[in-house]
């Protein structure tokens, strides 16, 4: 099974580009979310979506867009990248959200290393 | 505002030692809890979870305890061995108009050494 996907593993971009990070599961799950983490700052919710067709925004959402047409996929959009960025990103996915009573349970992509120079 | 911190960001132990990586937690109305485990270069695992409802949770080699009085979150390793040296999160789950997000501690890392 490969769980959660990532890519790319590395990217570096200039200020003021755009990209796309990839996240792709198939578990079949409902619930898929972006974090970006930081040194000394944990891991932080950029956006979420409890299903297809349905997103939010998390802790630390400005700069970024999503959107879910497939419960497979969750793609995360950097719409002109900044220097505060640069991070590294993960993707996660588990069966569902609450209060449905499904389980909280997160799997995590690699992550995708992201330097904004 | 509400927030997961842990106590210590650095636990040095030796093979074999029993190992104790803690977490405060902010949000009373918190009611599930999980520990991630996470190695250099790879994204977190989950290790074990705990409702609210519970005090313990034991899982191989693991245990969680949950003291909802001083909302206190303890992982206990026993015999750690080098393979457990990672960096720890606790998250704590917190409703956000009926769907939950888990928030992230900032971490422990735990050195093992033979």
């Known amino acids: 099974n490969a769980g959660v996907t990532q890519t790319p593993k590395f990217q570096v971009l200039k200020t003021g580009q755009s990209m796309t990070l990839q996240c792709a599961q198939d578990?079949?799950?409902?619930?898929m979310s972006w974090y970006r983490q930081d040194p000394g700052m944990g891991l932080r919710l950029i956006h979420y979506?409890?299903?297809?067709?349905?997103?939010d925004q998390g802790e630390v959402p400005n700069g970024y867009n999503v959107s879910r047409s497939t419960t497979e996929d969750f793609p995360l959009r950097l719409l002109s990248a900044a220097p505060s960025q640069t991070s590294v990103y993960f993707c996660?996915?588990?069966?569902?959200?609450?209060?449905?009573?499904?389980?909280?349970?997160?799997?995590f992509g690699s992550g995708t290393q992201l330097s904004v120079l | 505002g509400e927030s997961v911190g842990l106590h210590l960001p650095t636990l040095s132990v030796q093979e074999g030692d029993n190992s104790i990586i803690n977490c405060a937690y902010s949000?009373?109305?918190?009611?599930?809890f999980i520990w991630y485990k996470q190695e250099s270069g790879k994204g977190p695992q989950f290790i074990i979870d705990?409702?609210?409802?519970?005090d313990k949770r034991q899982g191989q080699r693991v245990t969680v305890l949950l003291n909802k009085t001083v909302k206190h979150l303890s992982l206990q390793i026993a015999a750690t061995q080098p393979g457990d040296s990672a960096v720890y999160f606790c998250?704590?789950?917190?409703?956000?108009?009926?769907?939950?997000?888990?928030?992230f501690g900032k971490g422990t890392m735990l050195l093992v050494s033979p």
């Open positions: 996660a996915s588990s069966y569902g959200p609450r209060p449905q009573g499904a389980g909280e349970k997160l799997f």
């Open positions: 578990m079949n799950h409902e619930y």
């Open positions: 979506s409890v299903g297809a067709g349905i997103t």
């Open positions: 949000n009373s109305a918190s009611d599930y």
């Open positions: 705990i409702r609210s409802n519970m």
């Open positions: 998250a704590e789950n917190k409703e956000n108009s009926g769907y939950s997000t888990l928030t």
